[in-house]
Nanobody, 115 residues
Framework: QVQLAESGGGLVQAGGSVRLSCLVS????????VGWSRQAPGKQRELVAV???????HYGDFVKGRFTIARDDDKNTFYLQMNSLEPEDTALYYC?????????WGQGTQVTVSS
């Protein structure tokens, strides 16, 4: 059974940084596309970052160089480093994995940015 578990969310002041982690079990993150999405109250879920198994990373337009997705395949874990956080970044952040067309999601971790 494939499971994804996020960690690292919390309360941070504007301008601060947070690193989210997503631990994968039940499958290999190395052979998968991995990514992060977020959903703020009253808004639709939006893509934050995606890292294909092979190829270029992609980021949402709002990221503007502030976030970085990275993976540690030996640990079967991937990360989202978020810098220069703004109150508008407050949301529930979800990690996901796509392997051979099957998609799996974590339960989400809350990031709240105070002004």
């Amino acid at each position: 059974q494939v499971q994804l578990a996020e960690s690292g969310g919390g309360l941070v002041q504007a301008g601060g940084s947070v690193r989210l982690s997503c631990l994968v079990s039940g499958t290999s993150a190395r052979a998968s596309t991995v990514g992060w999405s977020r959903q703020a109250p009253g808004k639709q879920r939006e893509l934050v970052a995606v890292q294909p198994r092979i190829g270029v990373k992609h980021y949402g337009d709002f990221v503007k160089g502030r976030f970085t997705i990275a993976r540690d395949d030996d640990k079967n874990t991937f990360y989202l480093q978020m810098n220069s956080l703004e109150p508008e970044d407050t949301a529930l952040y979800y990690c996901y994995l796509n392997r051979l067309g099957d998609e799996y999601w974590g339960q989400g971790t809350q990031v709240t940015v105070s002004s």
